[in-house]
């Protein structure tokens, strides 16, 4: 018990020396926002050195002086070009990211966080800035930053479709493809291409290296990949093995989340996002009309509509696709508290272990079922079938984690609250498997989904 004493302080001291950081640096804002405030009026001078008064951020965040980034720069060493950004940020974050000013005070968000999001943002008007800050309000604190900065991006294409078609259309422009040649024989491939070509790329490289993997090669997957890129050098547009010219055409399911305010086509505003998921992986948020653009060289399959709120169940112990997809669906990252593992991935875990039957013993039936399945990350799943941490699932989609020093955090549909913590009630090993006790560790494949 000497141990766990020792480790319980070494938590509580990471908390406190955590919480001093951020304390620290939301200071630290706080303190640039008050000089900003306080900064002396430039006073009217006909020369050219006289000081101007310059815009203090994007629209709605004031105006200051402009030597006042010299002041900041200098009390905090830094560059004339980092000062003007920290007072940009700060500027616009008290005054166009009101939510999020409060979290910031609150330590409920990281200072650099912060930033990220109003230097995201900072294209927008003040109006729609306002807007995407109240939306991600109740985020703050219980959301993962890969999670938030996600849905950031969503956030800010719904507010402004065209800018975020301006922003598609420059990116655009600016792909390029450099061959560096290295003198060894191998040569560095480096480039920005369009994303609906990266994913056919990516859906033949995988193919190929399916392919690869079965004709018997056991070369680390980067090196098959390169491979395969050499072999596409000189593609093909018929399968070999059906001679079908479509089947070389990769497969893209893809899942459009729409809210039911969207439906109603009378108080639509056009500006609909769709979250694109495809065998390549995450593309992330997309304007609805640009599905078009981004899919057109992809097979399409339309899946049928899941039932979020159903609970399907299945006697045996492996998952049906079925219930996987209803299962991704609803968890698209891991459900371990701020976890930011992608779902599709990770292992798919019966939160109370599967039992199987045995003689005079029946297995209970349905014990694969939606409310009774929640992805993990694969250490993460280990910890939690090692016992070191324990879970419940109270009601469907509510995860209720417990770490040996009794702290308790719940984690519902991507967001982690801290519970007021208990002190520990288990004896010295009792969280350990038994002896004999079945490990459950099947591995969730991939489903492509979108």
């Known amino acids: 018990m ?4 020792r480790f319980r302080a070494a938590s509580d001291r990471l908390v406190d020396a955590d919480t001093a950081v951020r304390r620290a640096e939301a200071d630290r804002l706080i303190a640039v926002a008050a ?5 002396p ?3 009217p001078l006909d020369t050219p050195a006289a000081e ?6 994007a629209e709605g965040a004031g105006a200051v002086g402009e030597f006042v980034a010299l002041e900041v720069g200098a009390l905090l060493g830094l560059g004339e070009p980092a000062a003007w950004s920290l007072v940009h940020d700060v500027a616009n974050l008290r005054s166009r990211h009101p939510h999020l000013w409060n979290a910031v005070d609150d330590l409920r968000v990281e200072a650099w966080q912060a930033r990220k999001v109003t230097q995201a943002a900072e294209e927008l008007s003040a109006e729609a800035a306002r807007s995407v800050d109240a939306k991600l309000a109740d985020a703050w604190g219980v959301a993962p930053w890969p999670r938030i900065r996600r ?8 507010a402004d479709a065209d800018l975020a078609r301006r922003r598609a259309e420059i990116a655009r422009r600016d792909r390029f493809l450099s061959i560096r040649h290295l003198g060894d024989g191998t040569s560095a491939i480096g480039g920005l291409i369009d994303t609906g070509a990266a994913l056919q790329l990516q859906a033949a490289i995988t193919r190929i290296t399916s392919r690869m993997r079965k004709a018997g090669a056991t070369e680390p997957l980067p090196v098959l990949a390169a491979r395969a890129l050499e072999e596409l050098v000189t593609p093909t547009t018929t399968d070999e093995s059906t001679g079908d010219s479509t089947a070389a055409l990769p497969l893209a399911d893809v899942v459009v989340h729409i809210a039911a305010e969207a439906l109603d086509t009378a108080a639509s505003d056009g500006a609909h996002v769709a979250r694109v998921l495809a065998r390549g992986g995450d593309v992330g948020p997309v304007l609805v009309d640009q599905l078009a653009h981004l899919l057109g060289h992809h097979r399409i399959r339309t899946l049928p509509v899941v039932d979020l709120a159903g609970d399907p169940a299945v006697d045996g112990y492996e998952i049906p696709d079925r219930i996987r997809r209803q299962l991704i669906i609803r968890e698209d990252c891991s459900v371990f508290p701020f976890s930011t593992a992608r779902s599709r991935t990770a292992d798919l875990d019966h939160t109370v272990p599967y039992r199987r039957s045995t003689p005079g013993s029946p297995a209970p039936p349905g014990q694969t079922r939606i409310s009774n399945l929640g992805p993990l990350g694969r250490r993460e799943h280990r910890a939690k079938t090692a016992g070191v941490w324990k879970v419940t699932q109270p009601t469907p989609g509510v995860y209720q984690w417990t770490n040996r020093l009794g702290q308790s955090w719940r984690v519902t549909r991507g ?21 004999k006790e079945r490990i459950d560790l099947a591995y969730s494949s991939c489903v ?3």
């Open 41 to 43: 009026a430039p006073t």
């Open 52 to 57: 101007r008064v310059v815009p203090a951020g």
């Open 448 to 450: 492509a989904l979108g």
């Open 415 to 435: 967001r982690t609250l801290k519970l007021p913590e208990k002190a520990p009630d288990l004896p010295r090993n009792a969280d350990r498997p038994r002896r």
């Open 151 to 158: 849905r950031l991006q969503g956030l800010i294409m719904r």
């Open 35 to 39: 000089m900003i405030d306080t900064y």
């Open 2 to 5: 000497e141990a766990m004493t």
